[in-house]
């Protein structure tokens, strides 16, 4: 019985020494945590742009919390997912219908105010001309006149996706652009970035995001400045990852969520990381 006893101890004892270190020392201590009204004091607005369908679910937390705390958030997303995984004898045409549900799903869910949906070419962003897709975004700019927009970060696009770092630098060199412009309402870019030591994690345990990491370029992710903890809309978290449960963004991109309790994994991973990849001066 004593064997026994001492034996549930060391288990109990080792399984909180990982806790421990997955909670204190993989993730970020140094980032300072920001409430997500101070992501657009002024005039709370918030402009959302990523490339694809899907793309949002790196952020969808702090979403979440900018829709409960009342400010207005829309969504650019610059192309159909055409290109993305297709199941068995299934067209692009019939996974742009499907990835294209699903994003309106999801808008719902993190209670985006508007979607807007355009038809740049998925996968073929980076070998287009910048102007095209600076004509897009700088669109939606003037359009919802948003304080702050939320995209990738400019090294990796988070892990080396082309449309990703094509996307996230047009962003950054259209604000540049028109820096000393009155009229333009942009001051700040929030990137999505992760510590080094869970970029360390994903490396280890998602073979998608190992094998594209240091394809494209030997940079590393930006070192996140500050950090929006994100345990109370995990709800919204999780109904928007089951609604993107064709994916495998899951077993892709989120280590330890297969075999961890829902609630014991966002008490872990309870916060979204970012860095200021432009503000105004």
Wanted: hydrophobic share 40%; net charge positive.
């Amino acid at each position: 019985m004593r064997k026994v006893l001492k034996s549930l101890l060391f288990v109990g004892l080792l399984l909180l020494g990982i806790l421990w270190y997955v909670k204190y020392v993989v993730t970020d201590g140094d980032a300072v945590q920001l409430d997500v009204e101070k992501l657009a004091p002024q005039d709370g607005r918030v402009l959302v742009i990523f490339p694809h369908p899907d793309d949002e679910v790196s952020v969808c937390g702090t979403i979440a919390l900018l829709d409960n705390a009342g400010i207005e958030t829309n969504y650019l997303c610059l192309t159909r997912g055409e290109k993305g995984a297709k199941e068995k004898g299934q067209t692009a045409l019939n996974l742009m219908k499907e990835r294209t549900q699903e994003l309106k799903n999801s808008a719902a869910i993190l209670g985006i105010d508007i979607l807007v949906q355009d038809t740049l070419p998925d996968g073929e962003l980076s070998a287009m001309n910048d102007s095209i897709i600076k004509d897009v975004i700088l669109r939606e700019i003037n359009r919802f006149k948003p304080e702050t927009i939320i995209t990738y970060d400019t090294n990796k696009g988070l892990y080396g996706h082309l449309d990703h770092i094509k996307t996230s630098r047009n962003v950054v060199q259209l604000c540049e652009q028109y820096s000393d412009s009155s009229f333009f309402s942009v001051n700040s870019v929030v990137s999505f970035t992760l510590p080094e030591k869970l970029v360390e994690v994903f490396l280890n345990n998602s073979k998608k995001f190992k094998n594209r990491f240091y394809k494209i370029n030997d940079l590393n992710l930006p070192k996140p400045e500050f950090a929006v903890k994100t345990f109370s809309s995990r709800s919204q978290v999780e109904a928007v990852l089951n609604n993107y449960n064709k994916r495998k963004i899951i077993s892709n991109l989120m280590p330890h969520k297969r075999w961890l309790p829902k609630d014991l994994y966002y008490y872990i991973h309870d916060r979204e990381y970012f860095y200021y990849s432009w503000k105004r001066n």
